[in-house]
């Protein structure tokens, strides 16, 4: 029992470290919508123009679409029948942990009614920052021109490595294609 309260501090942090890894996801559409006739797209470039994220990540956002979509049996066309466009946000996410512990103190008491502790102690604060993103996937009836699906994942964004990100940004949109299209 003692080794498994030693060990819970370090299984805690693995089990937080690996849910940081994971992309949380949600979808939407419409239920009137046929999504068996959807069988070719394009990307609808005033919608990707907005999203306020670097033209190199757009780039990779729309291969990993790209990807996915055909490996669901779908074309790219000059003539879709749905079209495709993408938004994102990011929220900077701060924790504070107070690992402040200890024991003893100045206080009233003891034999001779002024009495002190004493003992060891350790305190301070870690401050640790990271960015979460989000990324919406839009298809759109191109005929109709209405929102047919739309699917959102939010994790944890890598910064620092090119193929680091890469790999990120290609889970983030495995992830929420895996909801497309919808099963009734």
Do not use: H
């Amino acid at each position: 029992m003692k080794k498994l309260l030693k060990l819970s501090p370090i299984l805690l942090f693995a089990l937080l470290l690996s849910s940081c890894s994971s992309v949380r996801v949600a979808a939407d559409y419409d239920r009137e919508a046929n999504f068996d006739q959807y069988k070719t797209f394009a990307f609808f470039k005033p919608g990707i123009d907005k999203a306020e994220i670097s033209d190199l990540d757009k780039r990779r956002i729309l291969r990993a679409i790209e990807a996915e979509l055909m490996a669901k049996g779908m074309t790219k066309s000059e003539n879709p029948d749905m079209l495709v466009s993408i938004f994102t946000k990011s929220n900077q996410r701060v924790d504070v942990y107070n690992n402040a512990w200890g024991y003893g103190a100045w206080g009233w008491g003891g034999f001779n009614r002024w009495g002190w502790g004493w003992g060891p102690g350790w305190g301070g604060n870690n401050v640790s920052t990271s960015t979460e993103g989000m990324l919406f996937i839009d298809f759109i009836d191109a005929g109709q021109k209405e929102l047919i699906w739309q699917g959102s994942g939010t994790g944890y964004l890598v910064t620092s490595d090119v193929e680091k990100k890469e790999a990120r940004i290609k889970e983030f949109v495995a992830k929420t294609l895996e909801q497309f299209p919808p099963s009734k």
